[in-house]
């Protein structure tokens, strides 16, 4: 289970600086100073007291092992684990699965689907990152092998973080291999016995270096491998370094690595040059290295120190630890000997000459299509009502500093039209902080290109003749009617600017793809800058003029992100393995944790984006339960205060200290 940990700062009321402003809020001149050591979530995981952890570049996910009763715990990009593996109907994805047997213990018919865990109940030696070939592999007893595809646009969908049933064995002299590094070309790096071996992807021996013991640890760093021994340093190539007692180890990125020996971190160089020793009182031997900051995070008796430039800057209070791992987003994962894995941000890395551009993205989406027979009013899907619920929902929403942009489907502005009820239309959609949006939900029927960019031209008509002047489309993305959907929306006359795009814009990916209703681009860590596919680096969208802009950010439902761990968005839809309908303190958790991601990953040149999606204003009422005094909304059960609240939160922390800006698409 995930649990929320400190996501709503302390506030601190303002000095009073006499009458406020017409327009004041009750967080205006509120700041909270970004944090190096800022704990985000923490997760419970079954490991054993020796256990390891190791960052997954390509998605991003955190390896855990050895587990209690065997395998390895894979927590996905939001740090979730599954209870259990899940059974889905394989009915709906046929066209995927290849006639290949993936039931495993599921019954006929059904695919079993366990992302979070690795090789159940063997027993797991290494479990390596190999980037550069977008796999992850494992070493089990006698020195096998077995690797997972970590790239979800290649190969099929539901072999994604699923190991091979072939095996790799590595070849050896009767003592099999106990540590395994990836060499970066597609082979790895070992200790089996006393040797230090390189080994081809085929498990044939490559090199061998004799070490004087068995090493009790291996680094790889700039397609080279340092393993311990008694003596010092070996590296493969055989450069040795003169440093004995060493606990722990990490890369520098560049053929050296940094060292831990008793009470003192120190760099080893390329050529095996020893730096001078930094001092860290208590240092234990887990050691990691953030590729972005250059910070190194070393476990000490009480927790963890921070070293930068030759020092020790910092040091952190948690409780047992026994090991650390660093990603590419400088979030630091810290694994304790209770099994717990706490995950804490540098916020202080996000420091950049340019804000992230960010808003809220909500829709009114129901009814979907024109021919939808939908009462005026009288029950809860009549017009009236859902508008009731959507100008209950601006209400709060005009009461957050952020940005919001709001897409209508056109079968919403007809059926509002029929029943009369336009001025509340137009009275949600425009105004204020809100830019409007057009979402295509129904494609036509249709079978040349004249007719698609007349049915979606009239489709947006159906909007822009209520006095709503749309800035940004959604939906469409893929749509097989007759022609090309990027020209047909190029076509449009409003601004080529398309958020929400999923990877049913590839043509190797339809709406039957499990795969169809995540985002696009699919990249490891984040992409946040606004792209066109003629700059794109995911082949296959077919815009090579880049007429499209297309804005990247979260398109989960935020009741959704902290459920449904390691599954694709549609088969979350399917299994029914979300959050349900409500916002909870858990899903803005993630949703922080994504935020600072993308931060993490905003160029200097400026315009990146992030939004998170709050879904359907129109069908869920996030106020209900609350009351308001002011501009602040609380209430038990309250989502609106909960969204308003980690809003102000952003605010205070992200905004302030322009990390952030609120921006309109």
Known sequence: MVLLVGLLACETEPADSGPAAEEAHYWDGLEVPLDPFRLMLEVQVDTSPAAHLASISTVPLLAAWPQREGGAALLDARYRLADDFSCLDAAPFVDVLDGADRHGRCAEGLVELDRTHLANRETILAVVDEPAMSRLSVLLEGGRVRSANTDLLTGNPFDWLRLCEDEVLLASDGVPATLLVADGAGGWFGVAGSWLVRWDGAGAVVSELPLPEASAALVASGGRAWASSRTGLVRDDGIFADLVGVRGMVSDGGGGVFAVVQDAALAVGADGALGDPVPVTGATGP???????????????????????????????????????????????????????????????????????????????????????????????????????AIANRSWLDDVPASVALAVSPASAAHAKRCKVTDELVEVTTGGRVTPGVLFHDPPDCSDQRC??????????????????????????????????????????????????????????????????????????????????????????????????????????VFNLAGCPGLLQAECRLLALGGGDAVAEDDLAVADLLLHRAAAHRSESGGDTWYFHLPAIEEFDYTDGCSHDGDRWTGEGCEAGLLQGWLVDVQERLVMAEVVAWSAP
């Open 452 to 557: 698609l960019d007349a049915g979606v031209a009239a489709d947006l008509k159906l909007i822009t003749e209520l006095g709503i002047a749309p800035q940004w489309m959604s939906g469409a993305a893929g749509w097989d009617a007759g022609g090309d959907w990027v020209l047909a929306l190029a076509a449009l006359d409003m601004p080529a600017v398309h958020a929400f795009v999923g990877l049913t814009a590839l043509p190797t990916i339809g709406y039957d793809d499990p795969r169809a209703k995540d985002a696009l681009p699919w990249a490891g860590e984040a992409e946040v800058a606004p792209w066109r596919a003629r700059d794109a680096t995911t082949a296959g969208v077919d815009d090579p003029e880049g007429v499209l802009a297309l804005l990247p950010g979260s398109t989960m439902s």
């Open 287 to 389: 050691i990691a290295r953030d590729e972005r900051s250059g910070r190194l995070y070393v476990a000490v008796d009480e927790g963890i120190a921070v070293v930068s430039g030759g020092a020790e800057i910092d040091r952190y209070a948690v409780e047992g630890v026994i090991d650390v791992a660093v990603n590419g987003s400088s979030e630091i994962s810290v694994l304790d000997a209770s099994g717990a894995v706490h995950v804490f941000v540098d916020e202080t890395s996000l420091s950049g000459p340019t804000p992230l551009r960010a808003w809220v993205a909500t829709f009114i989406e129901n009814p979907r299509q024109v021919a939808t027979i939908v009462d005026c009013s009288g029950t809860d899907e009549g017009m009236v009502e859902r508008l009731d619920r």
